[in-house]
């Protein structure tokens, strides 16, 4: 038997993910996610892209700084400032690496960059020696390296390797390859490259036509070593290559790929979640591995065969991707210690004080609800350890309403840097009522509006049960478009109006934080 090919998981989710409409995340956040990673067993975290802002600045910096089991990465374009900045940012990682891009292909050197082929090369080079003169681990990713022509892009990356690149990153920028194309690129470059030998090949694919893992597969069978991934596939667009299928795809066919990743696949559910949480972008209920359906049996004809042998219709087991069978359930007399088990079984890290308020928590909602699932406590983790400074911070409400008539609600909250308790009792800081709305929840919301003075248009609302049974918990995620920008909030609570809420006022506090003024890496 061969020994399986290493493939490296190079994770994404806080650079490419963080594209996506409105799932900019705090540095508290993005902290909490890269420990996550961490445990999962990712071999590089790419941290951000330095120069985009003062956020992305520190966020890279103390991400470098916390992590000492995996390489950090920054993104950087070829050009001093970018790459000086990014090596700033890094300086104090145990296993710094620098990623510089340029885009390479026809279309983007024509229209984009105004670049001919060879101003494309010397540019690429001098980026690739500049962020060498910084730290050993470069990786280089011509950009749009689907659509770029075979020729030139061997000659690109010949010229990079030479001038000290450890990793060649092939981007599917656009999501415009085929798994076909997408292999006989990878051979091309592992044929035709003289140096290829020097650097690892890396992949780097978008979803845009589904076919982001395909892709990606398709690269490692012809040679790639590491994979470019996000966790539940968020990125740019239709997002990129979910990290958690890409990876269960090289486990569970082993058989075929012959490679390994060092992955523990048993944290996939958990960070799933945790990201999910945090970002706000729910994981569709059918989505591989880790979506609520993914070892759902449904018919009976497959539960029948499950009982008589799980294989049957079973390629991977549950417990291996994290799901656990049993969803304990808690209660009222469960202790400290169980609930701490169940918290870092889903994937928090609590420390004692932590671990003292989530208790708290849970006690209270004990007492409105009968059986705590494991949904209810990632509920309670994630609504108490959010990171985002809150400006507006629930308090209470007030209602009456009839059918065909407008609602009458009164709300109130407390607010930052106003005072809000007298001798340790709360005092409410702010309220306001108001007569409108089309039913409960929008009159909720225009108090809220009236009353942040802040106003937005709301992109969306959804409402879904944290687990099971009437005395469920809501979970309400809002999007709010304010300034051309999108703003997501998520509010949890056994009463859904309160949650609704939450929700809105999670989402107005982003909004309050102000315009995060922001580069985006792909413009030039
Ligand atoms: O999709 C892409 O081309 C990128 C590069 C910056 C690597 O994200
Ligand atoms: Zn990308």
């Given at each position: 038997?061969?020994?399986?090919?290493?493939?490296?998981?190079?994770?994404?989710?806080l650079?490419?993910g963080?594209?996506?409409?409105?799932?900019?995340?705090?540095?508290?956040?993005?902290?909490?996610?890269?420990?996550?990673?961490?445990?999962?067993?990712?071999?590089?975290?790419?941290?951000?892209?330095?120069?985009?802002?003062?956020?992305?600045?520190?966020?890279?910096?103390?991400?470098?700084?916390?992590?000492?089991?995996?390489?950090?990465?920054?993104?950087?374009?070829?050009?001093?400032?970018?790459?000086?900045?990014?090596?700033?940012?890094?300086?104090?990682?145990?296993?710094?690496?620098?990623?510089?891009?340029?885009?390479?292909?026809?279309?983007?050197?024509?229209?984009?960059?105004?670049?001919?082929?060879?101003?494309?090369?010397?540019?690429?080079?001098?980026?690739?020696?500049?962020?060498?003169?910084?730290?050993?681990?470069?990786?280089?990713?011509?950009?749009?390296?689907?659509?770029?022509?075979?020729?030139?892009?061997?000659?690109?990356?010949?010229?990079?390797?030479?001038?000290?690149?450890?990793?060649?990153?092939?981007?599917?920028?656009?999501?415009?390859?085929?798994?076909?194309?997408?292999?006989?690129?990878?051979?091309?470059?592992?044929?035709?490259v003289?140096?290829?030998?020097k650097?690892?090949?890396?992949?780097?694919?978008?979803?845009?036509?589904?076919?982001?893992?395909?892709?990606?597969?398709?690269?490692?069978?012809?040679?790639?070593?590491?994979v470019?991934?996000?966790?539940?596939?968020?990125g740019?667009?239709?997002?990129?290559?979910?990290?958690?299928?890409?990876?269960?795809a090289?486990?569970?066919?082993?058989?075929?790929?012959?490679?390994?990743?060092?992955?523990?696949?048993?944290?996939?559910?958990?960070?799933?979640?945790?990201?999910?949480?945090?970002?706000?972008?729910?994981?569709?209920?059918?989505?591989?591995?880790?979506?609520?359906?993914?070892?759902?049996?449904?018919?009976?004809?497959?539960?029948?065969?499950?009982?008589k042998e799980?294989?049957?219709?079973?390629?991977?087991?549950?417990?291996?991707?994290?799901?656990?069978?049993?969803?304990?359930?808690?209660?009222?007399?469960?202790?400290?210690?169980?609930?701490?088990?169940?918290?870092?079984?889903?994937g928090?890290?609590?420390?004692?004080?932590?671990?003292?308020?989530?208790?708290?928590?849970?006690?209270?909602?004990?007492?409105?609800?009968?059986?705590?699932?494991?949904?209810?406590?990632?509920?309670?983790?994630?609504?108490?350890?959010?990171?985002l400074?809150?400006?507006?911070?629930?308090?209470?409400?007030?209602?009456?309403?009839?059918?065909?008539?407008?609602?009458?609600?009164?709300?109130?909250?407390?607010?930052?840097?106003?005072?809000?308790?007298?001798?340790?009792?709360?005092?409410?800081?702010?309220?306001?009522?108001?007569?409108a709305?089309?039913?409960?929840?929008d009159?909720?919301?225009?108090?809220?509006?009236?009353?942040?003075?802040?106003?937005?248009?709301?992109?969306?609302?959804?409402?879904?049960?944290?687990t099971?049974?009437?005395?469920a918990?809501?979970?309400?995620?809002?999007?709010?478009?304010?300034?051309?920008?999108?703003?997501?909030?998520r509010?949890v609570?056994?009463?859904?109006?309160?949650?609704?809420?939450k929700?809105?006022?999670?989402?107005?506090?982003?909004?309050?934080?102000?315009?995060?003024?922001r580069?985006?890496?792909?413009?030039?």
């Open positions: 038997m061969t020994t399986p090919r290493p493939i490296r998981i190079f994770d994404t989710t650079r490419d963080e594209q996506s409409p409105g799932a900019s995340m705090n540095l508290t956040e993005k902290m909490e996610i890269a420990q996550a990673l961490v445990h999962l067993g990712v071999d590089v975290i790419e941290a951000g892209f330095p120069i985009a802002s003062p956020g992305d600045f520190e966020s890279v910096r103390d991400i470098a700084a916390a992590v000492r089991d995996a390489t950090v990465c920054g993104l950087a374009r070829c050009n001093d400032a970018d790459i000086d900045r990014a090596w700033e940012a890094l300086a104090r990682a145990a296993r710094p690496r620098i990623h510089v891009f340029l885009a390479t292909s026809a279309i983007h050197r024509e229209f984009k960059l105004r670049m001919g082929e060879d101003e494309v090369v010397r540019r690429a080079v001098a980026g690739v020696e500049r962020a060498r003169g910084y730290c050993d681990d470069i990786e280089f990713s011509p950009e749009d390296a689907a659509r770029t022509e075979i020729d030139f892009l061997c000659r690109v990356v010949e010229a990079v390797i030479a001038a000290g690149t450890t990793t060649v990153n092939i981007p599917d920028t656009v999501g415009y390859a085929t798994p076909m194309q997408m292999h006989s690129v990878i051979s091309s470059l592992v044929n035709r003289p140096n290829i030998d650097a690892v090949i890396s992949v780097h694919c978008h979803d845009d036509l589904g076919l982001a893992v395909a892709n990606s597969l398709a690269a490692v069978e012809a040679g790639a070593g590491q470019e991934c996000t966790i539940n596939g968020i740019e667009r239709a997002g990129n290559c979910s990290l958690e299928e890409v990876v269960m090289l486990k569970t066919r082993a058989d075929h790929y012959r490679c390994d990743t060092r992955i523990e696949t048993r944290r996939l559910v958990p960070t799933s979640r945790l990201v999910a949480n945090i970002t706000g972008i729910q994981v569709p209920r059918n989505k591989a591995i880790v979506g609520r359906n993914a070892f759902a049996h449904e018919a009976g004809i497959h539960q029948d065969g499950m009982l799980r294989r049957t219709y079973e390629i991977m087991r549950p417990e291996d991707v994290g799901l656990d069978r049993t969803d304990l359930v808690l209660g009222k007399h469960s202790g400290r210690a169980a609930l701490a088990d169940r918290a870092n079984a889903l928090y890290q609590l420390s004692a004080e932590q671990l003292q308020t989530l208790f708290e928590r849970f006690k209270l909602l004990a007492d409105r609800k009968k059986e705590i699932y494991d949904g209810d406590i990632a509920a309670l983790c994630e609504d108490q350890f959010a990171g400074p809150e400006r507006f911070a629930f308090a209470g409400y007030e209602l009456s309403c009839a059918s065909g008539q407008s609602p009458r609600v009164v709300l109130r909250v407390h607010q930052a840097g106003v005072e809000t308790s007298v001798e340790g009792k709360s005092v409410e800081v702010s309220s306001v009522e108001v007569s709305g089309d039913g409960p929840i009159g909720i919301f225009l108090a809220i509006e009236k009353l942040t003075g802040i106003a937005t248009v709301c992109r969306d609302f959804r409402v879904q049960a944290v099971v049974g009437k005395d918990q809501a979970e309400v995620t809002v999007e709010l478009e304010h300034g051309g920008q999108i703003h997501r909030g509010g609570s056994t009463d859904s109006l309160e949650a609704s809420a929700a809105f006022l999670a989402a107005i506090n982003r909004v309050a934080l102000g315009p995060q003024a580069l985006h890496p792909q413009q030039v």
